[in-house]
Nanobody, 121 residues
Framework: QVQLVESGGGLVQAGGSLRLSCTAS????????MGWYQQAQGKQRELVAT???????TYEESVKGRFTITTDNARNTVYLQMNSLKPEDTAVYYC???????????????WGKGTLVTVSS
């Protein structure tokens, strides 16, 4: 079984910064990619940024230049540094992991329970 636990959310003023962390635990052999997704109230969950185990990154257009995703493969942890935050960044941020290869030789995808980011104007 694989679990993802996010941390680092909170309340911040517009223009401020937050750093989100997500650690995967369980009988993990390797993870192909991890990412961050946001879900604003009343809206669908949307991609924010992803990173592969090889370090290749993708970003949603509105966060380019403001958010940075990094990973510590040895710790199965992914980070999202969010700078120059805007009120429209307010959402629950979910961590996702794709292609998680377990010691039992299964491949699963996993989601965290989310962490709330609120940006006040």
């Amino acid at each position: 079984q694989v679990q993802l636990v996010e941390s680092g959310g909170g309340l911040v003023q517009a223009g401020g910064s937050l750093r989100l962390s997500c650690t995967a635990s369980g009988s993990i052999f390797s993870i192909d990619s991890m990412g961050w997704y946001q879900q604003a109230q009343g809206k669908q969950r949307e991609l924010v940024a992803t990173i592969t185990s090889g370090g290749r990154t993708t970003y949603e257009e509105s966060v380019k230049g403001r958010f940075t995703i990094t990973t510590d493969n040895a710790r199965n942890t992914v980070y999202l540094q969010m700078n120059s935050l805007k009120p429209e960044d307010t959402a629950v941020y979910y961590c996702g992991a794709d292609g998680v290869k377990t010691i039992a030789r299964s491949i699963v995808n996993a989601w965290g329970k989310g962490t709330l980011v609120t940006v006040s104007s």
